[in-house]
């Protein structure tokens, strides 16, 4: 909220914790921001949640993302993540060559220099 803008009006909250680790969160604001959380406990007993959120950007369009977090990390899956670049098919080939080669048993230096 910015300083001199009035507070946004929360249209929709909704909780409810179990107490066996077991929980759910929403909330949605007049200005089009939307959150909801599911947790739950893993069977290595950490904590995991599942959820998504959105939100308006200034030119209009929404921001959606849903996500998982567990015990592999904070894993967000939107349109609006950038995603890395292809890896090059030459790339691709240098690294089966040397996967090969270490099958085969082959070493290098710590230069990178081929010792057996």
Same mark, same amino acid.
């Given at each position: ?9 929360? *249209?929709? @909250? ?12 929403? +909330?949605?604001? $007049?200005?089009?921001? %939307?959150?909801?959380?599911?947790? %739950?406990?893993? $069977?290595?007993?950490?904590? $995991?949640? #599942?959820?998504? +959120? ?7 369009? *929404?921001?959606?993302?849903? +996500? #998982? $977090?567990?015990?592999?990390? %904070?894993?967000?899956?939107?349109? +609006? ?15 089966? *060559? ?5 099958? @085969? ?9 081929? *010792?057996?």
């Amino acid at each position: 909220q910015l300083a001199n803008e009035p507070p946004i009006e929360i *249209i929709r @909250q909704e909780s409810t914790d179990n107490g066996d680790g077991n929980f759910n969160f929403l +909330f949605e604001t $007049a200005n089009g921001i %939307y959150k909801e959380v599911s947790g %739950y406990p893993t $069977a290595n007993g950490a904590q $995991a949640m #599942t959820g998504s +959120f959105r939100f308006p950007l200034d030119d209009g369009q *929404i921001v959606e993302v849903s +996500f #998982t $977090a567990d015990e592999n990390g %904070y894993l967000p899956v939107s349109d +609006f993540i950038p995603t890395p670049h292809p890896i090059p098919a030459h790339v691709l080939e240098t690294l089966a *060559i040397v996967d090969e080669l270490v099958r @085969q048993g082959a070493t290098w230096d710590e230069q990178g220099r081929r *010792i057996t």
